[in-house]
């Protein structure tokens, strides 16, 4: 609703209120005009103030209505230009935030103050949207096109102090921000407003408008990779610069409706639900955030200093946690160290542009040091060593008896069992598993697993660690390579078949791509690193010289094995690092792939020496094979409940894996193709391949299948576990 009230004795106030955020759900809008109305009908009004409950203006409208069928309703537009033609001041008081159809208010009101902590925004983008309360005709003639469609097409948050730099706002306070707006609407009162209401400005002109505005529409279209929204976006804002305000709406009002009816942005807002919805852990024994508590980490430590360490001490001093740097010895130490004060660096110059500050060079704050001894008083540690399990469990060991009783103690691992490492340890309650993702201070995603023994306590604690780093922490079950690797498996090994089948990696790669992966599997391969599955598949005896002699080449346990990796390793072809993988590069390190004929004479000798005919693979197997097993894998861990609902398995590949965002995540994408459409490809291709087990339809598949196909939301209660891994 929005309450009416009496702010001083000529203003009216109006409060948008809508717990936590104040989304303008249709009761609020209805609320916000009945309040205009009245406003205006009172003679003794002579001002209005428009603000919102509990510190925070508006998140916009609320998201959850356009996926309803009361979204026709949703009249904004209407309400806005209502606020813009009073004839009564109205002022705008803008605390915490002004988002989307929020801020679109605030542009509507004849003036804005915000307080000095304030940020806003149109993130419509990244909901599949664009600003559709006539937000794309306001803003240009407020701000101008540049900074406006900087801030349409990113829908990033403006800090209120550049707000008050581009105009966007007309003044800041640091004091009661509804005060100064009362205040300021009764300074006004009787003032002329004609030249306040926004849709009657112009466009500032530029003097180059056509050659910047497709200059920006190229900029835009190659950062959206696939996504309609920011594209939309421009086209919104162009037709301000072309026409008159109200075709400008109307042109508004048609991409709008395009976006709501293209898919993308019902994938895109159940992204957002979904990151939410996996803050709300549960696990199959019953603990949940609901009861658990996370214990204050006062300071960390992190052990080894290597690619995946080093982002992560950045991301704990980022998060200004104190922490402890280890290493084996001063070598490792000394290089590890140089290595993080320049990623501390370059992080501390992007802060600074934002305003903000990073403390690094305190030892209180950021310390390196090869004496386990020093983290006796820690209250968390981090291991982030080479991923062997012999190595871990003597880290463990040591730790186990060194640090506190009550410190936490984590394993940075991508796919070995937490049980076996807990079970060294005097403390396995307490012991868990924080899967980074490379670059560790950059990547979003956090999977945070359980063990048998961990208590809700430690799943809370790294949870809250995950959102202290302002990272997605999705807690998951233990089982070899948890969920994102495990479901990874399937895709790179279809991916691998298909080369040897007839593809090309360059043809493998640009089909994901094209379908919105920001890399294909093969160029994802050369950047982690040939070497990294090669010494797993050698620990797992799948190669190397622990295979029993006599193995064929392309059989492991009786089911089809592709040998082409190890062999590519054999030759020294490791990826970007060595300059050959399954690509070249220009140099080792180098970056810039491009196909190399000799991966393609050498596929060909492959394919002859274990006569295999090569056959044209088109587009659509390629991505059926490599999506539909990494999706069937995906169902097998829910049933096994590895995972608390499909909105887990998203978020991880969206966070983590480059899952194109606009498509969902790989279950969401599932329920959109069909799931008897799944099943359908998954059995033909896995009569064709009878030796891939990973083709074979999950079991969970088959039965929402035969239950009817029901909704994604659904799935779960069509799930009665017996056991659980708790
Ligand atoms: C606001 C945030 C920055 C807060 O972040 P924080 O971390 O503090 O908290 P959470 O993110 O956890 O959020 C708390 C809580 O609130 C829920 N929530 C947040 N925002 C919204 C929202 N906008 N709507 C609903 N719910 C919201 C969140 O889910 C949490 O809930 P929980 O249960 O988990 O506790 C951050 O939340 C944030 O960034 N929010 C999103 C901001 C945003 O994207 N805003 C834009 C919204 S879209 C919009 O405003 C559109 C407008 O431009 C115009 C709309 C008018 C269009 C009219 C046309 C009608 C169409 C009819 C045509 C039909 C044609 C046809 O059918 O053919």
Redesign the pocket.
Known sequence: MAQYARGAAAVAVIRLRNP??N?LSLTVLQALEDGLKRADADPSVKAVTICGENGKFS??????VFSSPK??G?G?GPIISLIERSEKPVVAAIEG?A???GL?VALGCHYRIAHVQARMGL??V??G?L???E?TQRLPRLIGIPAALDIITTGRHVPATEALKLGLVDEVVEENTVEAAIRLATKLIGQPLGHRRLSLRPVPRLPNMEAFLSDALMKVKKRAQGCLAPELCFQAIKAATELPFADGVRKEREL??IL??SGQAKALQYAF?AE?AVEKWTTPNGASWKSASPQPIRKAAVIGLGTMGRGIVTSLVKAKIPVVGLEQDLEYLNTGRKAVMLLLEREAMKMEQGAQTLDFHNPARLQFTVDFDVLRDVDLVIEAVFENMALKKEIFNKLSRICKPEAFLCTNTSALNIDEIASVTNRPQQVIGTHFFSPAHVMRLLEIIYGRHTSPTTIATAMQLAKVMKKVGVVVGNCFGFVGNRMMFPYTQQAVFLLEEGSRPEDVDRVLEDFGFKIGPFRMSDLAGLDVGWRSRKDQGLTGPSLAPGTPARQRRGYRYSPLPDLLCEKGRFGQKTGKGWYQYEKAGGRISKPDPWIHSFLSEYRDTHQIKTRFIDQEEILERCLFALISEGFDILAEGIASGPEHLDVIYINGYGWPKHRGGPMFYASTVGLPNILAKLQKYSEMHPDVPQLRPSAFLKKLVAMGNPPLNDWMSYLHRQSNKL
């Open positions: 936590p955020v989304a998140a916009g409208a609320d998201i959850r979204k026709q949703l904004l935030i988002l989307g159809g679109e993130p419509e990244t909901i949207l600003p559709g309360a937000g709008f409706n709501l009816t639900f939410r």
